[in-house]
């Protein structure tokens, strides 16, 4: 792709996309073969070209777990906008054909065409655009705009704005001239069939976030890695409140061990759905024991821990520990004890009431040797 007044490397301050050039026929160039070759069969991910971010350890801010939706698009004659923010990685059916053509899990727009014959080609300013409301307000630090299985059909260029507005606002909110949107990503080229990463600047709090294809194409997925910001006046006319939820701002940070299945589900909201939606670590073969530590979602103290092993029956944690760390302490990095160790059932709510609640800011989780653990809740309010 030969670079224009919307490369990235021409903006002051942008950057340009990470990409791995791992993928059969890829290029040095990391725009000059954006095209992915025709699906050849066998393993639909063979070359799928991909890269490591810095940012994506952080929360998916639109997760659909969360409450994230996509609540409009211009188009999506071919696929859905609401695949976007769906978990996991897209899916591939070869040869699976709908009345619109082949079926493809992301969202998919129709080719757009110029004014006649005379001018068959789209303008460059045509372009398609999905409506995103973040399942927590946040700061965004990166996105993945995920092309995969997208080839010969994906956008040429994207763009990513945001917005903050309060309340619930409505697609005829968001499209109102009056509405104030910042970029986050300016108008870049992407890759078919590869995860599109690009850093993200700006440190404003977002409510909304609007995405942008040029001129048309397909999108898999869309990630949005951030710090969760809520609304803080909510959180304290609750009272009492998940202190640990992502939803409420906490923030899963490390873990010893990330073997079976990311710690982040632990702070999910619901229940577990299967084992798979949980926290599992490898089987320990030395003496040691596995832990995780997260972010509180702001100082408070913690009343009472719910501890559930749903769906680990054979493999949950024997026992468990939690401790508590206060930045605000005379000592910040000195960890306290909320709940000493303590026998865990398979497949059970273990329900704990602290005798003396003590502020924190963090707080670890040890499991003893090792083990799956589904949910954790630490209920509490801020101080």
């Given amino acids: 792709m030969t670079a224009d007044a919307h490369d990235p490397a021409a903006a002051p301050g942008a950057s340009a996309p990470a990409f791995s050039d791992a993928g059969a026929g890829a290029s040095s160039d990391a725009f000059s073969d954006a095209a992915a070759p025709p699906y050849a069969g066998g393993n639909p991910y063979a070359d799928y070209r991909s890269a490591e971010f810095g940012f994506t350890g952080l929360t998916d801010l639109a997760d659909r777990r969360l409450g994230g939706a996509v609540i409009a698009a211009n188009d999506e004659l071919f696929a859905e906008r609401e695949n976007l923010l769906l978990p996991g990685p897209a899916e591939f059916r070869p040869h699976t054909f709908g009345n619109k053509g082949q079926i493809m899990d992301g969202w998919e727009t129709r080719r757009r065409r110029g004014t006649g014959a005379a001018r068959p080609h789209p303008t460059d300013e045509d372009r398609d655009w999905a409506l995103i409301r973040l399942g927590v307000p946040g700061v965004v630090h990166g996105v993945v705009v995920d092309t995969a299985h997208f080839r010969g059909n994906h956008p040429r260029q994207i763009g990513v704005e945001g917005a903050e507005l309060p309340g619930t606002p ?156 206060d930045d605000r302490a005379a000592d910040p990095e000195e960890w306290f004890e909320l709940v000493p160790r303590t026998r865990l059932q398979p497949d059970a709510v273990h329900r704990l009431v602290l005798d003396a609640p003590r502020p924190a800011t963090h707080v670890r989780l040890d499991v003893f040797p090792d083990g799956g653990i589904a949910r954790l809740r630490l209920y509490g309010g801020l101080v």
């Avoid at 992407?190 to 001129?215: E, I, K, M, W």
């Avoid at 202190?243 to 632990?266: H, K, T, Y």
């Fill in 170 to 325: 409505g697609p005829e909110e968001l499209l109102d001239p009056a509405t104030a949107w910042h970029p986050l990503v300016p108008r870049s080229p992407v890759r078919g069939h590869a995860a599109n990463g690009f850093a993200v600047a700006d440190r404003r709090r977002f409510t909304h976030l609007r995405l942008s294809q040029y001129p048309d194409g397909g999108i898999a997925r869309f990630r949005v890695h951030g710090e969760a910001r809520p609304d803080r006046t909510w959180l304290s006319a609750l009272g009492t409140f998940d202190l640990a939820a992502i939803e409420n701002g906490g923030a899963v940070e490390d873990a010893s061990d990330r073997f079976f299945s990311a710690p982040v589900s632990l702070a999910l909201p619901g229940k577990s759905r299967a084992m798979g939606d949980g926290w599992e670590n490898r089987r320990r073969r030395d003496d040691g024991h596995d832990w995780m530590r997260l972010r509180l979602a702001g100082r408070g103290a913690v009343r009472a821990v719910e501890i559930d092993t749903g769906y680990y029956v054979g493999n949950a944690a024997g026992w468990a520990a939690l401790y508590g760390r």
